[in-house]
């Protein structure tokens, strides 16, 4: 998750990157420019290297017999700078804004899935302890019938004796009654616990489904930087309905 967070975020500034690099005006008149502070500068060319082209001009006579020049037959093209588009700049905002989101959401799904896993294993322990104290309860029983049967099997018993049997039933009794108040405490215990587990597992689910439209939507926007298409970056933003609803489902 953390590999993935780095990956998005590197991806993200490099479009930006990219697209503010991108800005710099481009002269398609086939010559090699230099570029001083965004302003395209004419490279030096050899006078050797220079063609002018030769042009006739055409004298036109008018009604009174004067002659006028025309414009030239033939003349350089030159085309003049054209800019980057406007909305790669915002598909570069959008996607950095994307990148961070997606890096965000591996983390909360990383820790969503960790407390899970220590969730489930301090559920465990806890009914572990349940099981303890039942054993525990039930061996108090045991001895107390055992007690209670000798107390009224044995005949000619002496009253000292007898009172010893009711005395140690009575502790019996009084620790049976512990243990059960105990587990029935480790039982509440127990239950919380599971349903925080509960709520980690499903928020760590939820998450998950979320993540997965961001990436669709970072994948989009690449896309859409390279084929220059406005609506693959359309798309990609609309995925985002998903994401959200998965995030708020997941709580």
Known sequence: MITFALVTLTLGFSIWFWVRKSDKPILDDGLHHSF???VATPPKIEQSHIKVPIVASVQVGDA???????????????????????????LALSTTII??????????VSRGATMAVLS????????????????????FQISKAALELQLS???GMSPETADKYR????????????????????QEKAKATGKKKEKFHRLSAGLTNSLVFLQVAIVLSSIA?????????YVGLFSLVGWLYFFIMSF
């Open 99 to 108: 990148a961070i989101l997606a890096a965000f959401m591996s983390l909360e």
């Open 120 to 139: 489930s294993g301090d559920e465990t322990n806890i009914w572990g302890q349940y099981q303890a104290k039942s054993v525990k309860e039930h061996t």
């Open 225 to 233: 930087m390279i084929t220059r298409r406005k609506y693959i970056w």
């Open 153 to 155: 099997a044995i005949q």
């Open 64 to 90: 009174t017999g004067t002659a006028h020049p025309t414009q030239p037959a033939a003349a350089e093209n030159v085309t003049a700078g054209r800019p980057a588009e406007g909305w790669l700049n915002w």
């Open 36 to 38: 001083t502070d965004g």
């Open 167 to 186: 005395n140690t039933i009575k502790k019996y009794d009084e620790e049976i009654k512990r243990y059960k108040d105990e587990k029935d405490e480790i």
